[in-house]
């Protein structure tokens, strides 16, 4: 199959997110770190193109608060130049083109066409509000299929699927590369309704031959 035209989505897996030390830690979500590393390495392989998105918030990020509700709220985390917005060892994605949501940002398509890694920082939950440049990377980038994976699955995950499939693009998440917060319902009925396909990991390094 040709893969010229796929490409990995690799969603928030930051210090806060994974490490039980973290700001807003998911549970058991250090438990993906394997399958999230095969990931990043079968995307080197294959010389394929991997979309990092990353919170990265400041004291006045409007889903932040003291009294939060953990479901359209959360407590600081992934705060701007801090340990906890870095992405993870297993997924830390080499040389990318970094573009943030509170600056210019301005690169050509050969600079683009220049790199295999991007990391998106956003300031909302969904990757296309929280970073205006978001749109501009993916017509450019005009992806036919994209591999998703990383956290959480009924939050930020969610929004980059729908986000993605409304787009035209056929999604497929990596339903053991995936996880959860507790207390909000899942999306696994509606990504079927938008054509979103569940893989397993094991299927992709067979799906890119």
């Known amino acids: 199959m040709n893969t ?7 969603v928030d897996t930051q210090y806060d997110f994974v490490s039980p030390q973290g700001k807003l830690y998911v549970k ?59 992405l993870i060892e297993e997924t830390r ?13 301005s690169a050509d398509m050969a600079t683009i066409a220049n790199h295999r ?22 017509k450019i980038l005009s992806p036919e299929r994209v591999i998703v994976y990383g956290v959480t699955t009924n939050v930020c995950v969610n929004d980059a699927v729908v986000g993605l499939a409304n787009r035209g693009i056929k999604v497929l998440v990596v339903k053991d590369a995936i996880k959860e917060l507790p207390n909000i319902p899942l999306p696994f ?12 990991y094991k299927e992709i390094p067979r799906l890119l031959k």
């Open 93 to 105: 994605p080499e040389n990318p083109l970094v573009i943030n949501w509170d600056k210019p940002f």
């Open 28 to 86: 058991n979500a250090e438990l993906l770190k394997p399958v999230w590393q095969k990931l990043t390495l079968l995307a080197k392989k294959h010389a394929l193109r991997v979309l990092n998105t990353a919170d990265y918030h400041f004291p006045d990020s409007q889903e932040l608060s003291d009294t939060p509700d953990f479901i359209t709220s959360f407590p600081p985390h992934c705060m701007a130049n801090t340990k906890g917005a870095e």
């Open 189 to 200: 009925e509606n990504w079927q309704k938008i054509g979103v396909e569940l893989i397993h």
């Open 4 to 10: 010229l035209k796929w490409l990995f989505c690799n």
């Open 117 to 138: 890694n991007f990391l998106i920082r956003k300031d909302a939950f969904d990757v296309f509000k929280g970073n205006p440049y978001t749109e501009k990377l993916i």
